[in-house]
């Protein structure tokens, strides 16, 4: 294929995340990494991603600019009832569309606000206002349409920014709409862009990049990946869109990707840790319970994201003062007097105390400074032990994790639960 029809603009994309709360920290932006791989299976490549917070003149620019550049550009995000909400407004401005109040839109609306109960206020009458020339995009699972318009050549599509809602308007709608607004004679052949994902945990960033040095030749059309995160570090392989790839090439990268990474790698594609870890439990049979000090409840929380975890997860405590580890669990106070509640042998002992006092098949613990206060000389922010108790086998593990609070929380869970998903694959292999 040629360099031409790999620019091809109709089968370039980008993503506009809309909202200041994005800008703030209050929330992330999981919906852009979602629209990119449902569009690389139809072979339309997300090049541009931009977020922009809740400001009118600030949405046009970002707008004018993806425009330019891509055949398709995504926005999710300000299409709800409340003033800040202006990306019809803003699109409305670039496009010289006249806003209008679509019957189709307000009948759905009406519909779908029925159902619980309620009749739309003035506020989200506002929902209802969708470009003249638009085709509104029907909303399953909120209140707010969205809709789709062709303008310079450019194929710009509205969604609200929930991303329940903005998920099952992406599969029901805007993909069937994609598929017969581009040229079939164009579309004809493109190959769809695949992508493998990796998760590791224990090693740095530079150490995966080491592992992983020379697995991809320059000839091959596949780019290699690397995103470290507070749960680990991503390993990707996404094919060039436009470019032909042997069907086994992807698959024997994918294999050096195991091979060299080996027992690193604790999940692929879309799973969780702790959807390993609850495999692992439900297929052997066993059952967990879980003492949690630093990382307050966390633990529980991933371990019961899970549906079905009842199956496996007996019973979790959180145990974060020095009193709490004597009371629920049986924690020696010589042990909290000489060694201190951040120390390998109260670890220990939580999680015997754990098992003994559940009779689950293995208990895990975790005790920590994760700061900011709390430190001493000896003692830095970001020690976290953590405990296993099986009966015949325990142990205990030390770990020095920096970042914030939070982020020392979250990597101090993902400690403990791989520490358990170790255990449980030397335990499913014998």
């Not at 470019?243 to 080996?262: F, M």
């Not at 670890?347 to 208990?363: C, L, N, W």
Request: hydrophobic content about 40%; proline content about 4%; aromatic content about 4%.
């Amino acid at each position: 294929m040629s360099m031409r029809a790999r620019n091809d603009r109709s089968f370039i994309a980008e993503t506009i995340a809309i909202g200041s709360e994005l800008l703030l920290g209050g929330r992330t932006d999981s919906n852009s990494l979602f629209i990119t791989d449902v569009l690389g299976a139809i072979g339309v490549e997300v090049r541009f991603k931009s977020i922009v917070g809740d400001n009118r003149s600030d949405i046009v620019r970002v707008l004018k600019t993806a425009c330019n550049r891509a055949g398709i550009v995504i926005l999710t995000g300000g299409l709800g009832p409340t003033v800040d909400d202006r990306t019809r407004e803003a699109i409305a401005a670039v496009t010289g569309a006249r806003l209008a109040r679509r019957k189709e839109a307000l009948e759905g609306m009406k519909a779908r606000l029925a159902q619980w109960g309620r009749i739309p206020n003035k506020g989200q009458l506002r929902q209802a206002l969708i470009p003249s020339q638009a085709t509104v995009l029907p909303n399953p699972v909120g209140s707010a349409p969205g809709f789709a318009l062709a303008w310079r050549g450019t194929h710009l599509i509205a969604l609200p920014g929930v991303p329940s809602e903005m998920r099952t308007m992406v599969e029901q709608s805007v993909i069937p709409h994609l598929l017969s607004q581009l040229q079939p004679s164009r579309s004809r052949g493109r190959q769809p862009l695949t992508r493998l994902v990796f998760h590791t945990w224990g090693m740095s960033e530079a150490d995966v990049d080491a592992k992983l040095k020379g697995l991809i030749k320059k000839s091959l059309p596949v780019a290699l990946g690397l995103l470290a995160s507070p749960t680990g570090v991503l390993v990707s392989l996404t094919t060039e869109a436009g470019r032909a790839l042997k069907e086994d090439a992807l698959t024997s990268l994918a294999e050096e990707v195991r091979t060299r990474l080996g027992e690193w790698i604790y999940a692929e594609g879309q799973d969780t840790m702790e959807e390993v870890v609850g495999r692992l439990l439900h297929g052997q049979g066993r059952t967990v319970a879980v003492a949690e000090s630093c990382t307050g409840g966390l633990i529980a929380y991933r371990l019961t994201q899970v549906p079905g975890s009842s199956s496996y997860l007996d019973r979790t405590v959180v145990c974060y003062s020095n009193q709490a580890k004597m009371e629920l669990l049986g924690v020696p106070e010589h042990l909290l007097r000489e060694h201190g509640a951040v120390s390998r042998e109260v670890a220990a002992a939580m999680a015997k105390g754990m098992r003994e006092r559940t009779g689950v098949s293995v208990a895990l613990s975790v005790t920590g400074i994760a700061g900011p206060g709390g430190a001493t000389e000896t003692k830095p922010v970001g020690l976290v032990y953590i405990g296993l108790d099986g009966g015949d086998d325990a142990m205990t593990k030390e770990c020095r994790f920096h970042g914030d609070r939070s982020v020392i929380r979250q990597r101090a869970a993902q400690a403990a639960l791989d520490m358990l998903r170790r255990w449980l694959m030397n335990k499913g292999n014998l």
